[in-house]
């Protein structure tokens, strides 16, 4: 992914509030069941630091997220860096609520150019992992009775 790419950008309308929406992708406990499992800790506070690892093979990714932005329930921004790598991006989500149902729009921008010759950080690779955690794993979560 390269500062000159288009911005990222996953869609996913969800049939609750934004609330509901919100306390997903903020709270710990509910980020562990559909986003990454071994995220230490989490807070909506600017400036908060959290970092944890995944691996793909025979290769590590600790990511690094600093909170930049919050308004509480409408958007939550943060840096993503990785220890191995050079590279600097940003994801934010934002939540737009209409009659109950709720719009959950990421957007990632790079801000920094990440390494050309890993996989993991092709553009393909990005929008197919966002299309996994939003339109798959988080749409699934928000869909079950036991997750509200």
């Not at 930049?68 to 994801?91: A, C, D, L, Q, R």
């Not at 150019?113 to 979560?141: H, M, Q, T």
């Amino acid at each position: 992914m390269k500062t000159t790419d288009d911005l990222i950008i996953v869609e996913q309308k969800f049939d609750a509030s934004s609330e509901i929406v919100w306390d997903a992708i903020t709270n710990i406990e509910r980020m562990r069941n559909w986003y990454f499992e071994n995220i230490p800790d989490f807070h909506t506070t600017v400036g908060f630091k959290t970092q944890f690892n995944i691996t793909n093979g025979n290769k590590n990714f600790l990511h690094r997220w600093n909170v930049t932005e919050v308004i509480p329930h409408k958007k939550i921004k943060y840096e993503w860096t990785f220890e191995e790598y050079n590279g600097k991006s940003t994801t934010s989500f934002e939540l737009f609520e209409k009659n109950n149902s709720t719009l959950l729009r990421l957007t990632v921008e790079v801000l920094e150019d990440f390494p050309d010759n890993v996989e993991e950080f092709r553009r393909e690779s990005c929008i197919a992992g966002w299309n996994y955690f939003i339109n798959g794993r988080l749409k699934e979560f928000l869909s079950t009775s036991s997750s509200l």
